[in-house]
């Protein structure tokens, strides 16, 4: 398996190289710090895998990646990036990269990555996907209204649905609607869930 490190910083490039290499399977054949130099590493050599750095001094690693898909169609592109943000992940998948690597990762997940994307499987950084997650359920609960905002709070204090009619001056009919309203709206699936959600995102006061 062929790989190229596209990285502005040269101790990046020798350290992904330092873990790779000690994989039979794996040849380091070139690297490149800014687009102009990968795009001829790329077209001469036609690496199978390429290690891509989204900040690559003045420029954006996203600009390489269209090029890379026509300079060589059947190439691998992983992200290996210090980016966290949620928007990069995103853009990065809609280009259609094969792997998304956060760069404090271990190296025996680099190496597990480059295996998996090399059989022609996603990776997709665990620490990414996690807050991911999380952002999604922050979205979910604006959807709430401001009487699901109120049954929420009551369910993470552990109030029974009679309890919590009382407390809101509504039916206990209504408040299993505004439960299950809840339930769909964040994908929980238990008063349980519902509870330690309201807790650990401050609805409770």
Known sequence: MTLVSIDDYPLSRQGLMAILNLEEEFEFIGQASCIDEARD??????PEIIFLDLKLKDECGFDLISDVKNLNPNCK???????????????????????????????????????????????????????LMKQEKLNNMEQLTTRELDVLAMLGKGLNNKEI??????????????ISQIFGKLGLSCRT???????????VH
């Open 41 to 46: 590493i790329i077209s001469r050599l036609n």
């Open 165 to 178: 009619g009382k407390g809101l001056f509504i039916t206990e009919y209504t408040v299993k609607k505004h």
């Open 77 to 131: 592109v992983i992200i290996l990036t210090s980016s966290l943000d949620p928007g990069d992940f995103k853009r990065a998948s809609e280009f259609g990269v094969d792997g998304y690597i956060i760069k404090d990762a271990m190296p025996e997940e680099i190496v597990n990555a480059v295996r998996l994307v090399s059989k022609g499987r996603k990776y997709y950084d665990p620490s990414i996907m996690e807050i």
């Open 193 to 203: 869930q519902a509870a330690l959600y309201a807790n650990k995102h401050g609805i």
